[in-house]
């Protein structure tokens, strides 16, 4: 069984260089207490918010993380259906979850769940993402693998009802930095006009409805309140991003 990780704590290897600004990482011992961990927060407006924690697990104990998922997850990688079509999706998955919830299934796929018991990491993770985020409760987890820069995810919510109408989400980085991208969902008006892109681009729905984040290795992204019924998210192809990226979602699967 995987050691269990210090995570937030300072690194182990003393000839590594702390990041001053790490909230809790850096030199210092018992002396110097971890600075509490303080979001960047957008208001998307209509009862949606967006919070950053840039630098949410110190980087050694992100790339620990890393390592063990990446080596231990069974990764696969699913035939799904969008729009009547089949194809492999983009991008490696797995799932883990509470016993007794109701099954997820996303686009014609319904992931086996695995146990939290598997993967000891996947407890620490989340025991940092609840202290950070007190008052929420996750019971879930989509962990997707992008292994370069042509892996991606598509626009789309997670608005699935099992998760009910006001979903948290809480999203954790580990290793390659891929931009994050969250647009406005069409409105009603807008879908009568047409559908998809060719709307999009007649109507120029684009900036002010747009966000970009830059998730990079050891911070978490949490979508809440009205996010995933109003807005979509995406992370695009990067040809640039050559190495690969694990991203954790933790959500809270209704009962
Ligand atoms: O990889 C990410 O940052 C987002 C993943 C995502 O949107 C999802 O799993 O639903
Ligand atoms: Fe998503």
Redesign the pocket.
Known sequence: MASRLRLGQPSPNPASTPDPGEANGGEGGEARKPEPKRPEVTNLGGGSEVLHFPRFMAREAAWEVFEELDKRIPWTRPTIRVFGRSSVQPRDTCYVADEGLTDLKYSGHQPRAHSWDEFPVLKDVLKAVHEALPGSYFNSL?L?R?KAGLDY?SW?A?DEPLYGPTPEIA?V?FGCE?E?LLRKKPTKTQVAAGSGESVRKRLKIDDPQQHSFL?KHGSL?VMRGYTQRDWQ???PKRAKAAST?I?L?FRHVLS
């Open positions: 989509l997707n992008y995810v789309h997670d999203s980085t891929r994050f998730l992204l998210h995406s992370v990226r991203n979602t």
